[in-house]
T-cell receptor, first 111, second 117 residues
Framework: DAKTTQPPSMDCAEGRAANLPCNHS???????VYWYRQIHSQGPQYIIHGLKNNETNEMASLIITEDRKSSTLILPHATLRDTAVYYC????????????FGTGTRLQVTL | GAVVSQHPSRVICKSGTSVKIECRSL??????MFWYRQFPKQSLMLMATSNEGSKATYEQGVEKDKFLINHASLTLSTLTVTSAHPEDSSFYICSATTTISGGYEQYFGPGTRLTVT
C-alpha cells in the first residue's frame, strides 16, 4: 500500500473550514484514499473514502487532485468536537484490507 | 448503522492472569475483524486479522500463543491476553469490515483499556 505524508498538527477556529492535506505520491491506480479520525481515548471513526472523484458526505468532503498524488479532507464548519487525530490511509479497494496507521494530523479546534 | 461494541471498556488484572475482550458487530455481519493495540501517544498497531471460522493471521512480532483470537461467528470475535504482564497494558481496539457504503470500510469499536498490575 502507498505511503502517506501528513502535517503533524494543525489549528482551526471553530466555525471555519478545516482543510487537512495528505500526500500520497506513490498511489497506484487501484488504491483508494481513506480518512479516519480518532478522538482521544476512543476507537477510530470512518469519515470518507474516494478513488479519483471528489466525494462528499454528511461529515466531510474529500478532494483528490487529478494526478491522485495528493488529497484534502475538508470539514466545512469545524466544531470543538472535531478535535482529533486525522489519518489518511491508502489501500487497495475490493477487499477487506488491513489498515496501516501513520502518525496522522492532530487537529485542534479552538474558540 | 455499522456499530461495533467492545466489552469490557476497562479492565484491571493482576500479572499472570488472563483477560478476554469481546468485539461484536451489532447491526451487520463481519467476515473479517481486526485487532489493534495502541500505546500512549502512539498510533494504532495492527496485531492480527481474524476471519470467521478460520485461524487468525498475526502480524510479525505478535505472539499468537499469548494473544488468542477466536472468531466463532459473523458478529463476534474475542481476544484473550494470556498470562498478562504489565507491558501488556495498552488500549486494545477491534474493527469489523462491511460494505455498507459500497467499499470495504472498517468500523471500530470504542476500545478496551487494559491495565496489568
Amino acid at each position: 500500500d502507498a505511503k502517506t505524508t501528513q502535517p503533524p498538527s494543525m489549528d482551526c477556529a471553530e466555525g471555519r473550514a478545516a482543510n487537512l492535506p495528505c500526500n500520497h505520491s506513490t498511489i497506484s491506480g487501484n488504491e483508494y484514499v481513506y480518512w479516519y479520525r480518532q478522538i482521544h481515548s476512543q476507537g477510530p471513526q470512518y469519515i470518507i473514502h474516494g478513488l479519483k472523484n471528489n466525494e462528499t458526505n454528511e461529515m466531510a468532503s474529500l478532494i483528490i487532485t487529478e494526478d491522485r498524488k495528493s488529497s484534502t479532507l475538508i470539514l466545512p464548519h469545524a466544531t470543538l468536537r472535531d478535535t482529533a487525530v486525522y489519518y489518511c490511509i491508502v489501500l487497495k479497494g475490493g477487499t477487506a484490507s488491513k489498515l496501516t496507521f501513520g502518525t496522522g494530523t492532530r487537529l485542534q479546534v479552538t474558540l | 448503522g455499522a456499530v461495533v461494541s467492545q466489552h469490557p471498556s476497562r479492565v484491571i488484572c493482576k500479572s499472570g492472569t488472563s483477560v478476554k475482550i469481546e468485539c461484536r458487530s451489532l447491526d451487520f455481519q463481519a467476515t473479517t475483524m481486526f485487532w489493534y493495540r495502541q500505546f500512549p501517544k502512539q498510533s494504532l498497531m495492527l496485531m492480527a486479522t481474524s476471519n470467521e471460522g478460520s485461524k487468525a493471521t498475526y502480524e510479525q512480532g505478535v505472539e499468537k500463543d499469548k494473544f488468542l483470537i477466536n472468531h466463532a461467528s459473523l458478529t463476534l470475535s474475542t481476544l484473550t491476553v494470556t498470562s498478562a504482564h504489565p507491558e501488556d497494558s495498552s488500549f486494545y481496539i477491534c474493527s469489523a469490515t462491511t460494505t455498507i457504503s459500497g467499499g470495504y470500510e472498517q468500523y471500530f469499536g470504542p476500545g478496551t483499556r487494559l491495565t496489568v498490575t
